[in-house]
C-alpha cells in the first residue's frame, strides 16, 4: 500500500473507532472491504455470553412467552464462528458471561484464547460446581490481566479458582456484602501464589477486603477505585496496602470532607504517602493533582 493510501486508510480506521454501537460497526464493515478488519476488532473486542431474546416475535404465537436464545447456544455460535475464522480471536479482549451453566462454560473453556485480557463473571455464587473447573481454566489463560465479578460472588466461589489466576494484575468487585461472613472457611494463601494486584476497584462492597488480602497480593497496589466502599473494614486494609497507591477514584460520599477529620481517624496522608492523582466519579473527566487537595483533605502526612 502506498503511503497516501495508507493515509487515507489510517483516517478511516480513526472514523471507524469513533463508532459506538454494533451495528454502526456491522455496517461500516459492509461498506468497503477495506473497512472489515477494523471493524472487527471493535466490534469483537467485547464479547457478551448471555440468555438473549428471540430477533422476531412469534406472529404464529403472540401471546407465548419467548423461550429467548440460551447462552449455551450462544457460546457454540461464537466457537463455531472463531473455528471458521480463527482470525477474529485476537480481537476479543473482554470476555463477559451472565446466567450460563456448565455446557457454556465447557464450550468457552474450549475455545483456544490468545488475547483475552478481561474476564467478567456475573452471578458467580449462583453457578454450580461443575462449572468452577471451566471457570478456573478461563482464569488461568496467560493472558489474562483483569478478572472482575459482579453481584452475587461470594469467598467461596472466588477461593475455588485461585490461584489459576497467577498472571492478574486488576481485580474488580461490584454490589457484594460479605459482612455476614464470618469465616472464609480457607486459609490464606503462601505469598508465592497470591496473584499480585496493581488496580483494585471496588463498587458498593462492604466486608470484602478481609478475604481479598487473604488470597491476594496488594503490596504493589497503584491504582484504587472506591466507589460507595469505605466501610468499617476499609481502614485496616489501607494501612497496610495504601503506602504505594499513586492514583484513587473516590464516588461522593467517600471525599466529603467531613469524612477525613481527625476525629474519624481518616488521615489519608498516612495511608497514601504517594498519592498523586485523586479522581470524583461525580465528575469522571476532572483529574486533580493531590497537592491541590490539601486544604481539602489531609494528604499529606502529620
Known sequence: MSAPALAVQELWDSIIDYLTSSHDYSSAALVCRSFVPRAQRNLFRVVVIEKQPWPAMDFYNPGSPNPGISSTLVARRLATLLDESPHLLPYIQTLEIADSGPKCY????????????????????????????????????????GLYFARHADP????????????????????????????????????????????????????????????????????????????????????????????????????????YKDADGLNLGCYFPHLTTIKFTSSPTATIDAGRMYPILPLVGR
Open 106 to 145: 465447557d464450550i468457552l473453556a474450549r475455545i483456544p484464547w490468545s488475547h483475552l485480557q478481561t474476564l467478567i463473571i456475573r452471578l458467580l455464587a449462583f453457578l454450580q460446581t461443575s462449572c468452577f473447573e471451566h471457570i478456573k481454566a478461563l482464569a488461568g489463560i496467560n493472558s489474562l490481566r
Open 156 to 259: 467461596w466461589s472466588i477461593r475455588q479458582i485461585l490461584p489459576a489466576s497467577q498472571s492478574l494484575t486488576s481485580l474488580r468487585l461490584s454490589h457484594q456484602d460479605w459482612t455476614r461472613i464470618r469465616d472464609a472457611g480457607t486459609a490464606a494463601l503462601s505469598t508465592s501464589r497470591r496473584p499480585r494486584i496493581e488496580k483494585l476497584s471496588l463498587k458498593t462492597c462492604t466486608g470484602v477486603t478481609v478475604f481479598l488480602a487473604q488470597v491476594f497480593d496488594f503490596e504493589g497496589l497503584r491504582t484504587l477505585e472506591l466507589i460507595e466502599s469505605f466501610t468499617p473494614d476499609m481502614p485496616e486494609f489501607l494501612s497496610r496496602f495504601g503506602s504505594t497507591v499513586e492514583s484513587i477514584t473516590l464516588s461522593p460520599p467517600e471525599w466529603e470532607p467531613d469524612r
